[in-house]
């Protein structure tokens, strides 16, 4: 079998080469890290379980009418995904104050917002993702003001639902992480949800105990990280018949 080419390795996922025009292959890590990579870690069996979740999310999000670059899932660790131009913006919605929000207005994680908060960030880990403004993203060309009121409308519709499903597992959508790329059909170009949706970039809390479900657990050293993954990946009825750990042959690239 032959060597696929990497073309890009992030944080938690690296990227190749896909088989077939217009796709790539997103393998998952167990990789884990915080705080812009200065924390690092493993979360054994993360990248199986990440991969099944973000699959499951999107889907469910695609029969909303959200376009997703999700083709296919190959294997336990490998998704196949339509190539996209990554706009260099995280889209971060919040519902419930927690993390960075909590320290930078000095108020208590867990109170619940007004309305759900759309924040953007640059994607830039050597300036530790600074947050921008509407005017920074089109001012300097990253996006232009319609992108930008669809990326807004397609985030609120994602949160809406998504704050829905959780609810009926038992967990709180307390916030998210989004990204979004461009791609061309047909001479026309249509923006279209990436990444990945998963325990990685949601913060996700128990309902009645408020216990983190999340990655929170490794980046403030909680403890029962995998744990904490397996039981979200189980309320939601994906969890690997063999076991939360690598199944044989998981790592195997095909």
């Not at 889907?59 to 190959?74: M, N, Q, S």
């Not at 190539?83 to 419930?96: D, G, K, S, T």
């Not at 990946?233 to 042959?249: F, N, Y």
Request: net charge negative; proline share 6%; charged share 30%.
């Amino acid at each position: 079998m032959a060597k696929r080419r990497q073309l890009y390795e992030g944080k938690a996922k690296v990227i190749f080469e896909g088989p077939e025009p217009g796709t790539v292959v997103q393998y998952f890590k167990d990789d884990a890290t915080a705080f812009n990579n200065k924390k690092k870690g493993t979360i054994t069996g993360k990248g199986v379980l990440n991969n099944r979740i973000s699959e499951y999310l999107m889907l469910k999000l695609a029969d909303i009418g959200i376009p997703t670059h999700f083709v296919r899932r190959l294997n336990m660790r490998e998704q196949l995904v339509r190539e996209v131009e990554i706009i260099p913006i995280e889209v971060v919605v919040r519902n419930i104050i927690a993390g960075s929000l909590a320290k930078r207005f000095d108020m208590p994680e867990g109170t619940p917002l007004p309305r759900s908060i759309v924040e953007y960030y640059y994607k830039a880990d050597e300036l530790d993702d600074p947050m921008v403004s509407e005017e920074h993203i089109t001012a300097f060309g990253w996006a232009t003001p319609p992108d930008l009121d669809e990326i807004m409308s397609m985030s609120l519709r994602i949160n809406d639902f998504l704050t829905g499903l959780f609810l009926g597992i038992g967990i709180r959508l307390i916030d998210f992480k989004l990204e979004f790329g461009r791609v061309w059909e047909e001479e026309q170009m249509r923006i279209i949800l990436a990444d990945e949706i998963s325990p990685d970039n949601c913060r996700l809390w128990d309902m009645n105990t408020n216990e983190k479900m999340d990655k929170d657990r490794f980046r403030r050293d909680l403890g029962g990280v995998e744990e904490a993954y397996q039981e979200v990946a189980r309320r939601l009825g994906i969890l690997p018949e063999s076991g939360p750990g690598d199944m044989p042959g998981s790592d195997t690239m095909q």
